[in-house]
């Protein structure tokens, strides 16, 4: 039973333009969602959150927004870089569970 | 400031034998979180050591086992290998614990089962 889903494995984006990555989630005790950066051969690192009594934070160039009605978070990169370039995962925390659940995560590929 | 540090960085074992793999947590964190990475997944929580004391563990049998030492620094053990086993193995540290999630990953411990 998977309770954070990252239905697109990858995503390809022209340098400049935007990138929006999605997660859905199925576990409403989540209170608290979190998105990492993963590079090939280094451990995650945390990127934005945002508590689930906000429906939008900014930090720079990433925005993450949620839509607690539809179980649904997305994070907008914006100007995307190539040095964006990595596997992005998704996770929430909340209730009783002090650890993160993560979804599969989505590769983004930003093309020169 | 050292972050989280973890050894080895990879290594191979055949089915049967036994694995531990070590954690030194990032400077003034006294939490320690274990994840398993298998390959195309994300990390998927093993569990996780507050005051020396396993505090929670997620869906992992008893074939894996932790413990955390007074300097906060923390081992995972793991018996009876079998292929399954073979995954990135991810040290995370925390404060105390923190509640808003965020982790600091080590780089992990890539490990192989033959």
């Known amino acids: 039973d998977q309770q954070v889903k990252q239905n697109s494995p990858s995503l390809s984006v022209q340098e400049g333009r935007i990138s929006i990555l999605n997660c859905d989630y199925t576990n409403s005790m989540f209170d608290y969602f979190l998105w990492y950066k993963k590079y090939p051969a280094e451990g995650p690192t945390f990127l934005i959150s945002?508590?689930?009594?906000?429906d939008k934070n900014e930090d720079g160039r990433f925005t993450v927004f949620l839509n607690k009605s539809a179980k649904h978070l997305s994070l907008h990169i914006v100007p995307s870089q190539p040095g964006d370039s990595a596997v992005y995962f998704c996770?929430?925390?909340?209730?009783?569970?002090?650890?993160?659940?993560f979804g599969k995560g989505t590769k983004l590929s930003v093309k020169p | 400031d050292a972050g989280v540090t973890q050894s080895p960085t990879h290594l191979i074992k055949t089915r049967g034998q036994q694995v531990t793999l070590r954690c030194s947590p990032k400077?003034?964190?006294?939490?320690v979180s274990w994840y398993q990475q298998a390959l195309g997944q994300g990390p998927q929580f093993i569990f996780q050591?507050?005051?020396?004391?396993?505090?929670q563990r997620g869906n992992f049998p008893d074939r894996f086992s932790g413990h955390q030492f007074p300097n906060y620094s923390s081992e995972l053990n793991v018996n009876a290998l079998l292929l399954g086993d073979s995954a990135l193995y991810l040290c995370?540290?925390?404060?105390?614990?923190?509640?808003?999630?965020?982790?600091?990953f080590g780089e992990g411990s890539r490990l192989t089962v033959l």
């Open positions: 050591y507050y005051e020396e004391e396993e505090r």
């Open positions: 996770a929430g925390t909340g209730g009783s569970q002090g650890n993160l659940i």
């Open positions: 400077s003034g964190h006294d939490t």
């Open positions: 995370a540290s925390s404060l105390v614990p923190d509640l808003t999630g965020e982790l600091f």
């Open positions: 945002i508590s689930s009594i906000k």
